[in-house]
């Protein structure tokens, strides 16, 4: 869709109902209400998160004095956050009438899931090298805890159990804290996809079958092939977010969902 085409609601834009997030990933506008610090900051956050996490969808129009009714501020902080959203690619200007949020293309996409494909399958690698008893103990109670939310249906609890199952690894470089920074950022990037893989079809049983091999992998204690099962369990997720963005583009209603 070509961006002077696009229609805009200029008043659609509401806080995030607390419902639609679960325990393991704050409502972004619980975090700005119990938030400290810089007025600016918290605001910026707020829309950081709710735009990660697919809540304001590509598109979504944003509108300072709109938002700044919302959320109770005035009009200064809300462009200061927007200003910066822009800078970090996350919006753009839309014909004078306020921000609209960025609709990533599918070369965008594969290019973040191929990088942290790289990091974390490097970060499998570490964990493989130090793994324990209690780690892998630990990793198969969060499989056997996701295999029963997908055996029911619960999408939203399967979602939180496999980014336990990522962090759980990811403590294993806990003192390696820039390699830690650069995934926690690209991870924060995926969050609009990592539902859509699970609720693609065949997604989520994929998921669970990488996390099987995952396991396997540790198992054997070859660092080789756990950097290689890992680099394959996010091309798949890669595949499915990529398959969620096309199906998006092909339905006339992308843009208001």
Not at 119 to 132: M, S
Request: hydrophobic share 35%.
């Amino acid at each position: 869709m070509r961006k002077n085409s696009r229609k805009l609601n200029t008043g659609n834009f509401s806080p995030v109902p607390l419902s639609k997030f679960s325990e393991h990933f704050p409502d972004p506008m619980l975090m700005f209400s119990r938030g400290k610090g810089p007025l600016q900051e918290r605001v910026y956050s707020y829309l950081r998160s709710a735009i990660l996490m697919g809540k304001i969808p590509p598109e979504g129009h944003l509108v300072e004095e709109v938002v700044g009714r919302e959320l109770g501020v005035s009009r200064t902080p809300v462009r200061e956050a927007l200003h910066k959203l822009e800078r970090e690619g996350l919006i753009e200007h839309f014909q004078n009438r306020g921000f609209s949020v960025t609709r990533e293309t599918e070369s965008q996409v594969a290019e973040i899931f191929e990088i942290r494909a790289i990091l974390e399958g490097y970060i499998l690698r570490i964990a493989c090298e130090n793994a324990t008893d209690e780690f892998l103990s630990g990793l198969k109670s969060l499989l056997k805890k996701a295999e029963r939310c997908f055996a029911q249906s619960k999408v939203e609890e399967l979602h939180r159990f496999n980014t336990m199952f990522h962090d759980r690894i990811m403590q294993q470089v806990s003192e390696r804290i820039r390699l830690k920074d650069f995934v926690k950022d690209l991870r924060e990037y995926v969050l609009r996809y990592r539902s859509a893989t699970l609720r693609s079809p065949g997604g989520a049983e994929r998921t669970l079958q990488g996390h099987r091999g995952i396991i396997l992998g540790l198992e054997t204690g070859d660092p080789d092939l756990c950097e290689r099962i890992m680099r394959g369990h996010i091309e798949n997720a890669k595949v499915d977010a990529i398959r969620e963005l096309t199906e998006k583009k092909k339905s006339p209603m992308a843009s208001m969902t």
